[in-house]
């Protein structure tokens, strides 16, 4: 779990790499968004352990997360490298980036 539960997220996501080698960021307030609460139970649900061996591809993009619970609070950083991606974290990686 990367967050206590019930708490609002600030979320940042970087992806870099791909064929391109473009980077992309993205930043999201859960407290502002509809789906909040799916969005903060995508989070929680991240685990460091869990996410595969991080260890980037050619061609294939590497996010980097960031999410405090308020603005000021130190932050927990998360690596992932995209053939590590499951469901979840593809779809909060694409609401983060999109937002």
Avoid at 18 to 43: C, I, N, Q, R
Wanted: a negative charge.
């Amino acid at each position: 779990m990367v967050c206590p539960e019930e708490a609002p997220l600030i979320v940042k996501v970087t992806r870099s790499g791909g064929f391109a080698g473009l980077m992309a960021h993205g930043e999201l307030d859960t407290s502002a968004e509809p789906d909040a609460g799916k969005l903060e139970d995508a989070v929680r649900a991240l685990d460091q352990g869990n996410l595969g061996s991080g260890r980037p591809q050619p061609d294939r993009y590497v996010y980097r997360l960031e999410v405090r619970d308020t603005a000021g609070a130190d932050a927990t950083h998360l690596t992932v490298a995209e053939q590590d991606v499951d469901q979840t974290t593809a779809w909060l990686l694409d609401r983060v980036l999109g937002h």
